[in-house]
C-alpha cells in the first residue's frame, strides 16, 4: 500500500503565497506521476497540476503562471503565488504508484489539505 501525508494549507490574503507538501510512504516500487487536485463546495475535484516520473509538468489554466509543482524523490510540492479568493478549495495529493504486492499502477490519495484565501 501507498500512503500519501499533506501538510501546508491555512487561511492567507488575496494576493499571497502557499506552500503544499505531499509525501508519499509505504512499500512503493515505483511512481509514475504525482499530483494535485482541488475541490470547492459544491463542485467536482478537478486537476490543479501534475508531474510525471520524467518531469514533465501539466497546469490548470486557472493556474499557470501562478502556481509550481516540482518533486524531489517521493515528495511533491505545490507553490501557491498570488492566490485568489476562487483557489478556496480542499486541496488533495495524488499519486499514480505501484506498490509491491500488486506491481500494478493505482491512483492513490491523500486526505486533503483546506486553503482559504480570504481578506
Known amino acids: 500500500q501507498v500512503q500519501l501525508v499533506e501538510s501546508g494549507g491555512g487561511l492567507v490574503q488575496p494576493g499571497g503565497s502557499l506552500r503544499l507538501s505531499c509525501a508519499a510512504s509505504?512499500?512503493?516500487?515505483?511512481?509514475?506521476?504525482m499530483g494535485w487536485y482541488h475541490q470547492a463546495p459544491g463542485k467536482q475535484r478537478e486537476l490543479v497540476a501534475s508531474i510525471t516520473s520524467g518531469g514533465s509538468t501539466n497546469y490548470a489554466d486557472s493556474v499557470k503562471g501562478r502556481f509550481t509543482i516540482s518533486r524531489d524523490k517521493n515528495t511533491v510540492y505545490l507553490q501557491m503565488n498570488s492566490l485568489k479568493v476562487e483557489d478556496t478549495a480542499v486541496y488533495y495529493c495524488n499519486t499514480n504508484a505501484a506498490a509491491y504486492s500488486s506491481g500494478i499502477a493505482t491512483h492513490y490519495w491523500g486526505q486533503g489539505t483546506q486553503v482559504t484565501v480570504s481578506s
Open positions: 509505504g512499500s512503493i516500487f515505483r511512481i509514475y506521476a
